[in-house]
C-alpha cells in the first residue's frame, strides 16, 4: 500500500494522534468514580479511523490489549450519526466483538469538522455492576448472556449534545452500583470531549486531508513492520494445546488447541480441535473475526520483536484465524461470556506455546496464566457496596537469558493494583498479607515468576466473595527446555485453623465477620534446565525470601549452609546436582491427563461432537468424560492413575469415541 504523506509529517501527526489518546486516558482516570477504573486502570481510549480500525492508541495507560477491536459494526447499528452524538453498547454479539462482556461499556463518538466525518472517539470502562444474576454480574457458572446483565445494542446515549434521559435513566436502573457506573460513564463523555478538542488542533494546524491520510498511513506502515517482524521467525507450521481446569459446572477440563502458521510475513492460527463452547462463562465472542482476545500473545511478539513498533491496527493486519463456529472461541449467541479472559489467558498459553516453538530462544515459558479480579460485595452506609478488592494476576514466564518477572503479568492486560489504604477506606476488610507468593516460581536455569499471596480479613457480616478467573488450580503454568511448572493456584478460606475451607473455582461464596480469606496465585514457568542455574542466583532468590532453603535444595541441587547468613555449600551443591528427578514441563496433572487422554484420540472426539448439532454437544461430551472418568482415580488428574487404571481408561475413550463417531 503506497504511503501519501511524507515520513516527517507522517511521524509529527501519529505523535500527536497517539499523545491524544493518552490525554483522553488521563481525563477518564482522573474523573473517574469507581476503584477498578480509578485505580486499578480497567479502561481504555482510542481514535478509530474511518474504517472503524484504531489509527491511534495509547502506549502508557490505559489497557493495551484492545488495539485490535473495531468500532464499526457497533457505529453502523447505530444508525446515522451526526455531530454531538454519542453511541452506547455493552453487548458483545451486536457491537461485533468490540464489548467483550457486558461489564465493559463502551462509547464512541463520531468526529466532524466542517460537516465531514473525520474518525471516532472511542472509550470504554469495565463498571463495577450490570446486574445480572449475581453482585458484579459475572459468575463463571452463568451458562447465558441473559443472567449476565443487562444487554445494551449499539444505540445513541447522547444525541446532538443532549443525553437521552430514557437511555441513561435505563442503564442506572439495571444495576446495583448506578451512582458509580454514571460516574464513570461521565468520565468517558469528558475523555471524548478532549479527544475532540484535542483533535481539532491537529486539524487547524495541518489539515482534515492530512489527518485522513495519517489514518491510512499510520495503519499501513505499521502493518508493514509487523509482517517484517513475523517474518523473521522464518516459515512453518506448529501446533499447541493447554487446557482449563474446568468449566465450572463440571469436573471435565476445558481444551484449547491452536495451530499457527507462519508464511512469508503472515500469520494464521487455527482453532479446529478447540472445544465446543460451553454452558459457562468462557466462551470468547470474537464472531470469527481477527479478535483482540486471541491475538494477544502474537502483538506482544510483534512489539517485542519491534519495539518501536506504534500501536494500532495495523498490528493484526498479518495475522488470519479460523474459530469454528460453536466453539469455546466463536459462541453462538446467547452463550455466556463473561469470564472470557480467563480463556483468553489460556489462549495466549497455546499460542505462546505454538510460536515458542517456531522462536523458542525468543518466547518465554507460560506465564501465571490467570487474571481474577477478587470482588466483595456487601451492605455499606444502607446501599450495596461491590468493588473489586484486587486483580489478582501471578508472575511472567522466564524466558533465555532473563528471569520472570515476579508477581506481574501483562499477558492479557496491563491492570495496576489497588493501594492497600484506599482498598480498606472503601471496603470492610482488612489487609493482612499482600505480597509475593515464595516456590511458587517455576525452577529453571531461569526462574519463573512468582505468584502472589492476597490475604484479607472480613469486618463485616453479610459479605459475599466473587473471585471469577480461577484458574492453574490443577492445569500448572508449563516450563520448557527443561524449565520446570509453576505452582498452582490455592483458595482457602480460614487457613490453618479447624474451619479451614479450601475451594476450586466459586460463584458467591458466603462470608462471615472474621472470616480470613487468602488466595494464592500460580507462579509462572521456569526456562532451561534449574540445575545449572548459577548457584549465586539461587542463593540471591533465598535472600529476597522468594525461594526457600528447601526448595534450593529439591528444585536446583544449591545446598546452603545451616548458618544464620546462608551461603553455598559449594561440595554439598556439587554432590546434589549430581542426583536429580525427571521434571514434567507441564506438571504431574498434565502428564496425568494426557497419559489417558492423548493428543490423537481427543482430536477424533472434538471432531465428532462437530458433527453433533449445537445443542447436543455439551451434555454428550460431559457425559463421556464423565464415564471414562468413572475408573479414575476421584481427585485425577491430581492424583495419578494405576498403570492398569490408565490402560482401562484409554480403552473405554477409544469404545466411547468410536461409539460417538458413529452417531454423529
Known amino acids: 500500500m503506497t504511503v501519501r504523506l511524507d515520513p516527517v509529517t507522517l511521524e509529527i501527526v501519529g505523535n500527536r494522534l497517539t499523545a491524544m489518546t493518552e490525554e483522553m486516558c488521563l481525563t477518564l482516570q482522573r474523573t473517574s468514580r469507581s476503584l477498578y477504573v480509578k485505580e486499578t486502570a480497567d479502561f481504555c481510549c482510542a481514535f478509530a479511523g474511518l474504517d472503524g480500525g484504531f489509527a491511534a492508541y495509547p502506549r502508557g495507560i490505559g489497557v493495551s490489549g484492545?488495539?485490535?477491536?473495531?468500532?464499526?459494526?457497533?457505529?453502523?447499528?447505530?444508525?446515522?450519526?451526526?455531530?454531538?452524538?454519542?453511541?452506547?453498547?455493552?453487548?458483545?454479539?451486536?457491537?461485533?466483538?468490540?464489548?467483550?462482556?457486558?461489564?465493559?461499556?463502551?462509547?464512541?463518538?463520531?468526529?466532524?469538522?466542517?460537516?465531514?466525518?473525520?474518525?471516532?472517539?472511542?472509550?470504554?470502562?469495565?463498571?463495577?455492576?450490570?446486574?445480572?444474576?449475581?453482585?458484579?454480574?459475572?459468575?463463571p457458572v452463568n451458562d447465558e448472556i441473559f443472567q449476565e446483565g443487562l444487554q445494551i445494542p449499539p444505540v445513541k446515549l447522547v444525541r446532538a449534545g443532549e443525553t437521552v434521559r430514557d437511555v441513561e435513566t435505563l442503564v442506572m436502573a439495571n444495576s446495583r452500583t448506578p451512582e458509580a457506573n454514571l460516574g464513570d460513564i461521565r468520565a468517558m463523555r469528558a475523555a471524548l470531549r478532549t479527544g475532540r478538542e484535542r483533535l481539532a488542533g491537529v486539524i487547524a494546524q495541518h489539515g482534515a486531508p492530512t489527518v485522513l491520510d495519517a489514518?491510512?498511513?499510520?495503519?499501513?506502515?505499521?502493518?508493514g513492520k509487523a509482517r517484517a517482524a513475523l517474518a523473521s521467525l522464518g516459515d512453518g507450521t506448529h501446533r499447541f494445546v493447554d487446557y482449563l481446569d474446568d468449566d465450572a459446572v463440571s469436573a471435565v477440563p476445558v481444551r484449547l488447541s491452536v495451530t499457527a502458521t507462519l508464511s512469508g510475513g503472515d500469520l494464521h492460527l487455527d482453532f479446529t480441535g478447540t472445544d465446543p463452547q460451553v454452558a459457562a462463562a468462557f466462551n470468547i465472542a470474537t464472531l470469527g473475526r481477527t479478535h483482540a482476545w486471541i491475538t494477544t500473545r502474537v502483538l506482544a511478539l510483534i512489539c517485542t520483536l519491534d519495539p518501536?513498533?506504534?500501536?494500532?491496527?495495523?498490528?493484526?493486519?498479518?495475522?488470519?484465524?479460523?474459530?469454528?463456529?460453536?466453539?469455546?472461541?466463536?459462541?453462538?449467541?446467547?452463550?455466556?461470556?463473561g469470564v472470557r479472559h480467563a480463556s483468553a489467558n489460556r489462549?495466549?498459553?497455546?499460542?505462546g506455546g505454538a510460536l515458542g516453538l517456531a522462536a523458542p530462544h525468543v518466547l518465554p515459558a507460560a506465564s501465571s496464566g490467570l487474571v481474577v479480579p477478587v470482588v466483595v460485595a456487601e451492605q455499606r452506609g444502607g446501599r450495596q457496596n461491590v468493588q473489586v478488592l484486587e486483580p489478582m494476576v501471578g508472575g511472567t514466564g522466564a524466558r533465555e537469558g532473563a528471569d520472570g518477572v515476579d508477581g506481574r503479568d501483562s499477558g492479557i492486560s496491563n491492570l495496576s493494583n489497588n493501594p492497600v489504604e484506599t482498598v480498606e477506606t472503601e471496603i470492610g476488610v482488612e489487609i493482612l498479607t499482600y505480597g509475593l507468593r515464595p516456590d511458587s516460581g517455576g525452577a529453571g536455569r531461569w526462574r519463573g515468576g512468582c505468584g502472589l499471596e492476597l490475604t484479607f480479613r472480613v469486618l463485616g457480616d453479610g459479605a459475599k466473595l466473587l473471585a471469577r478467573g480461577l484458574e492453574r488450580m490443577c492445569f500448572?503454568?508449563?516450563?520448557?527446555?527443561?524449565?520446570?511448572?509453576g505452582a498452582p493456584t490455592e483458595l482457602i478460606v480460614n487457613a490453618g485453623t479447624p474451619g479451614e475451607r479450601r475451594h476450586d473455582k466459586i460463584d458467591v461464596l458466603e462470608l462471615a465477620r472474621g472470616d480470613v480469606v487468602t488466595l494464592l496465585t500460580s507462579g509462572a514457568g521456569g526456562y532451561g534446565d534449574p540445575f545449572t542455574r548459577d548457584p549465586e542466583a539461587v542463593l540471591r532468590d533465598v535472600e529476597r525470601g522468594v525461594v526457600t532453603r528447601e526448595a534450593a535444595a529439591r528444585a536446583y541441587g544449591v545446598v546452603l549452609g545451616a548458618g544464620e547468613t546462608?551461603?553455598?555449600?559449594?561440595?554439598?551443591?556439587?554432590?546434589?546436582?549430581e542426583r536429580r528427578d525427571e521434571v514434567a514441563p507441564g506438571g504431574p496433572e498434565r502428564q496425568a491427563w494426557e497419559s489417558v487422554f492423548d493428543t490423537a484420540s481427543v482430536d477424533r472426539l472434538v471432531a465428532a461432537l462437530f458433527r453433533l448439532p449445537l445443542a447436543a454437544r455439551t451434555a454428550r461430551r460431559t457425559a463421556l468424560y464423565t464415564t471414562v472418568l468413572a475408573g479414575l482415580p476421584a481427585r485425577f488428574p491430581r492424583t495419578a492413575p494405576t498403570a492398569g487404571q490408565a490402560e482401562r481408561a484409554r480403552r473405554t475413550l477409544a469404545e466411547e469415541i468410536v461409539a460417538l463417531e458413529r452417531a454423529s
Not at 216 to 221: H, W
Not at 308 to 315: Q, T
Not at 324 to 334: A, D, E, I, R
Request: with cysteine; charged share 15%.
Open 66 to 139: 484492545f488495539v485490535g477491536l473495531n468500532v464499526l459494526t457497533a457505529v453502523e447499528a447505530a444508525g446515522p450519526l451526526e455531530p454531538g452524538d454519542v453511541i452506547i453498547t455493552n453487548d458483545p454479539y451486536r457491537s461485533g466483538g468490540l464489548a467483550t462482556h457486558l461489564t465493559d461499556i463502551q462509547l464512541i463518538e463520531p468526529y466532524f469538522h466542517e460537516g465531514e466525518l473525520i474518525g471516532y472517539g472511542w472509550a470504554f470502562i469495565h463498571c463495577s455492576d450490570i446486574g445480572g444474576r449475581v453482585p458484579s454480574s459475572l459468575s
Open 347 to 351: 489462549v495466549n498459553d497455546a499460542v
Open 476 to 485: 500448572r503454568p508449563w516450563g520448557v527446555r527443561g524449565g520446570g511448572p
Open 215 to 223: 489514518q491510512r498511513d499510520l495503519v499501513a506502515y505499521t502493518a
Open 308 to 337: 518501536g513498533i506504534a500501536l494500532n491496527a495495523g498490528l493484526i493486519a498479518p495475522i488470519s484465524v479460523t474459530t469454528p463456529v460453536g466453539s469455546l472461541v466463536n459462541p453462538v449467541p446467547p452463550a455466556a461470556v
Open 566 to 577: 546462608p551461603v553455598v555449600d559449594e561440595e554439598a551443591t556439587r554432590a546434589a546436582r
